[in-house]
């Protein structure tokens, strides 16, 4: 867990450095993720567009991009997670015991329900992202590892307490869950910062998905009149080199009146830099391209190349 965190930190801080040296005042971001790269450009005064196809990113982004000033009480967090843990009749999301034991099944069940009746939004937003975080710290745990795993709502509560206070840098911001090909033709902004996904977890490309992936089916709303609001996060079978480089190449000729790209990729040998920058230069100059070794801790190279 140590691990991966530290690369992730490594890797935010590679890419702040690097879009540090270009000049923009706005930004569109294509595959948000977890929204920490896009809350620094915020800090930063950029006015920021952060998209992400996936339901759990787009939650996230709500969450924290668009909101200014709100946050959960204390008395609202007790009221999510009082008898949090108590049995109903059946669960209401079947599928949440294929990725947590049936405890834990019932605590994530009966929070998202409690959710809903949160006053705001954003508050919404809030809770669901909390309860993300929450999953993914219980499903970080190995058989070896899982005695020393805290109570969930323990979790829950101290995620609270450290999640980002909200702030206003006088800019409007916006979060959507667009297909990203829709995303990146129609918006307007200084930058686009495209995020290339690996190999393994590809995302953004397709809507035609199938591996199950419990963090948006935790977030799907039971009403048929908002099932159409589910998106999958993997499509049916990974595409070869060829097909992920055409698409990478489709993406950026829809990106062509947006005056200056950052496209960031992990390449962990399915695809290698040069390969990239190839594809880039088939539709706009490459004028620098930025790379960092972090196979001590993924097993791949970190590039950003910059064209204009």
């Not at 809350?39 to 909101?67: C, I, P």
């Not at 000033?69 to 843990?85: A, M, N, P, R």
């Not at 705001?120 to 020393?148: M, V």
């Not at 809507?207 to 935790?218: C, E, G, K, M, S």
């Amino acid at each position: 867990m140590h691990t991966s965190l530290h690369a992730t930190n490594r890797w935010l801080a590679f890419e702040s450095g690097v879009l540090r040296r270009l000049q923009f005042s706005s930004v569109a971001v294509a595959r948000a993720g977890h929204t920490e790269g896009s809350l620094n450009l915020k800090r930063r005064g950029a006015q920021v567009f952060a998209n992400d196809e996936r339901l759990w990113a787009y939650t996230f982004s709500r969450a924290t991009l668009d909101n200014t000033h709100e946050t959960l009480s204390e008395t609202e967090i007790d009221s999510l997670l009082t008898d949090v843990y108590a049995p109903g009749y059946r669960l209401r999301r079947e599928e949440l015991p294929l990725a947590f034991g049936e405890l834990d099944a019932w605590w994530f069940d009966n929070l998202r329900e409690r959710i809903e009746d949160l006053e705001t939004p954003t508050k919404q937003s809030i809770a669901l992202t909390l309860g993300i975080k929450t999953g993914e710290y219980a499903r970080s745990f190995s058989d070896e590892t899982r005695p020393l795993r805290q109570p969930l709502s323990h979790v829950f509560r101290r995620l609270s307490r450290k999640f980002a206070a909200p702030f206003d840098n006088r800019q409007r911001h916006t979060s959507t869950n667009l297909n990203t090909r829709d995303f990146i033709a129609g918006i307007h902004a200084d930058l686009l910062l495209l995020r290339l996904p690996r190999f393994v977890g590809l995302n953004g490309f397709s809507h035609h998905h199938a591996q199950f992936d419990w963090r948006d089916a935790w977030l799907r709303s039971l009403s048929v009149d908002e099932a159409h609001h589910l998106r999958a996060s993997m499509p049916v079978a990974p595409p070869s080199k060829t097909q992920y480089l055409n698409m990478t190449a489709d993406l950026l000729e829809r990106a062509l009146h947006l005056p200056q790209w950052a496209i960031a990729a992990t390449c962990d040998g399915f695809v290698s830099v040069d390969e990239l920058v190839e594809t880039i230069r088939r539709v706009r100059p490459v004028t620098t391209i930025y790379t960092k070794d972090f196979s001590e801790f993924a097993g791949a190279r970190a590039a950003i190349i910059i064209a204009n």
